[in-house]
């Protein structure tokens, strides 16, 4: 549930109960603009504001299931980032494997033992707009310190 959404099952409950913004804003204490800007989906408000008002109109909103579906889309936005960080990596350790005429498993091994796939994860954000030569240099001098 949104802001938008939020802010209309409020208006609705208040035009249900035949109340006015100036009553309804008095009561809980907050400006008519205010209620306003909360029943258009605008605004910044506080939580604690926020329950004044559903306490005044008697309004239960169940929040457990907008938390479950925060959490499915924070899962979702993790796999891809997942995705891309693992593509990274896999692309890291063929070029790094080509260059030296080794095998892709025998580099991961190495690369796995001394925790630079770790920090290839790790680093991700910072190393994936990096060149295939620097990478492969950064590998080099893991490798070399062990």
Same mark, same amino acid.
């Given at each position: 549930?949104? @802001? ?7 208006? /609705? @409950? ?22 306003? /800007?909360?029943? +258009? ?9 926020? %329950? ?5 109109? +008697?309004? /239960? ?26 593509? %990274? ?16 498993? =025998?580099?991961? =091994? ?37």
């Amino acid at each position: 549930m949104n @802001k938008i959404e939020i802010g209309k099952i409020i208006k /609705s @409950k208040r035009l249900q109960k035949n109340l006015r913004m100036d009553d309804v804003a008095r009561e809980v204490g907050i400006t008519r603009v205010t209620l306003c /800007s909360i029943e +258009n989906g605008k605004g910044n408000y506080s939580i604690d504001v926020l %329950f004044k008002i559903l306490n005044y109109l +008697n309004i /239960s909103i169940n929040f457990e299931e907008q938390a479950k579906e925060t959490r499915r889309r924070a899962t979702r936005v993790n796999s891809v980032l997942d995705k891309k960080i693992n593509r %990274f990596i896999v692309m890291c350790v063929e070029q790094y494997a080509y260059s030296v005429n080794q095998s892709s498993s =025998s580099v991961y =091994s190495k690369l796995n033992e001394i925790g630079v796939i770790k920090e290839l994860k790790d680093d991700y954000e910072d190393m994936h707009g990096m060149s295939t030569y620097s990478l492969n240099e950064y590998i080099d001098k893991r490798l070399s310190r062990g």
